[in-house]
């Protein structure tokens, strides 16, 4: 369903998520964007070139992943041949789980491979999620907690800025960069890369609540998949974790945090835990691989061979968990189940939680007057019905 330039939509018979609830209101859509009705009527004395009857659904902001390493097949870290045309694949594949904007991720890799992948990602798909820049999980991390990322390619920075341009060529399209803090021996690095535009986050790490308090001082306000791959909390020394609860935070700032509710990685007492703890900075995130929306077999996760056996990814011949294979819709229904949390706040936690920490929510996880017409509908059981970005249905669950 295409929609010409200057049509004017009017969605009606519908529940739009604004203000942290639901109200029942129309939705007006006009080249793009979500628009106020008033001076269409008041001024242009125009009405809707069409109306589109939702049949009692909940409007929603498109959800946002910053956490996503492939998918159908495609390994952004490990397809570098084909970068475009896995982009694209991905992307396309992506609405129909409901998400509109997405961070490609790439696992620690060799220089060259982050110098050939990084300038070819394309921004905008015809028909697709949007790129909102590529999130580099690594190589500055800590090999204690490597998970799913080859040793050999794991680096530290002994440069400063300068280590981090030669190993990535560049920092252009970079959006995410996730670093184990202790590793850091110069903390400017993490200022100068948050005065580039780039949001700096911590893990991979075996770092202390102070190594973490110290990272967010000099700008990180992310942490990378709660729980997974960092010290386990411990009441004299709580870790990463403890910035969910830290005193030291600057005032004013806060720490966002990714967490994998795919019902493999996170157990449903941690989930509730980091939400009552720290319920404003939770981004659910699918930190999916190449084999979502694949059945069980082999396939890869960067440089590293990966297996898919009942509903699970592991690094090949082993038990490491190396990635999820659920689809951000259903990582919200099941976090709404575990937390018994509102359906509007998971929804949420997918959408506009994300678009604040990367400083994009006038844009993108809102629906909000002038904001971008990237919106789902679902029904109460959050089951996606459609997806629109720009304004354009680019899946319907009827299809």
């Not at 942290?20 to 129309?26: I, K, N, Q, R, S």
Request: hydrophobic share 40%.
């Amino acid at each position: 369903m295409s929609s010409a330039a200057g049509e004017l939509l009017q969605f009606v018979n519908c529940r739009l998520v604004r203000d942290h609830g639901l109200v029942e209101d129309y939705l007006w859509v006009r080249n793009g964007k979500i628009i106020n009705p008033e001076p269409v009527f008041f001024d242009e004395q125009s009405k809707a070139h069409r109306r589109i009857d939702c049949g009692g659904a909940i409007i929603a902001p498109g959800y946002i992943d910053i956490q996503i390493n492939g998918g159908y097949g495609v390994d952004f870290s490990y397809d570098k041949e084909t970068t475009e045309a896995g982009v694209v694949k991905v992307a396309r594949g992506l609405v129909k789980s409901g998400v509109t904007s997405f961070c490609p991720t790439l696992v620690t890799s060799p220089n060259d491979s982050y110098h050939t992948i990084l300038p070819r990602i394309p921004k905008k798909i015809d028909g697709g999620a949007g790129v909102l820049g590529v999130h580099v999980e690594g190589p500055f991390i800590n090999p204690q907690k490597k998970g799913a990322h080859p040793e050999n390619c794991i680096q530290t920075i002994d440069n400063g800025i300068a280590t981090v341009r030669d190993t990535y060529g560049s920092l252009d399209g970079i959006k995410i960069i996730t670093l184990a803090p202790e590793k850091v021996k110069d903390a400017t690095v993490i200022r100068e890369l948050v005065n580039s535009g780039i949001t700096v986050s911590l893990g991979h790490s075996m770092g202390t609540l102070s190594d973490g308090e110290h990272a967010v001082k000099h700008g990180a306000t992310l942490i990378t998949h709660l729980f997974n791959a960092m010290l386990p909390f411990h009441h004299r020394d709580p870790g990463l974790v403890g910035l969910l609860a830290s005193d030291a935070i600057p005032q004013g700032k806060t720490v966002y945090f990714g967490i994998i509710s795919d019902g493999v990685h996170t157990h449903p007492a941690a989930l509730r835990i980091a939400y009552r703890t720290h319920p404003e900075g939770l981004i659910l995130v699918t930190d999916a691989i190449s084999a979502l929306g694949l059945e069980d077999g082999v396939h890869h996760i960067g440089q590293l061979p990966l297996q898919v056996k009942q509903g699970k990814a592991f690094i090949a011949g082993t038990d490491t968990l190396c990635g999820s294979i659920a689809p951000m819709d259903e990582c919200v229904r099941i976090f709404q189940r575990a937390t018994d949390c509102t359906k509007v706040y998971a929804i949420e936690a997918a959408s506009l939680h994300p678009a604040k920490c990367l400083g994009i929510e006038r844009q993108k996880g809102t629906l909000d007057f002038d904001s971008d017409a990237d919106f789902i509908l679902l029904d109460d059981n959050l089951q996606l019905l459609s997806t629109w970005i720009s304004g354009v249905c680019v899946h319907s669950s009827n299809n």
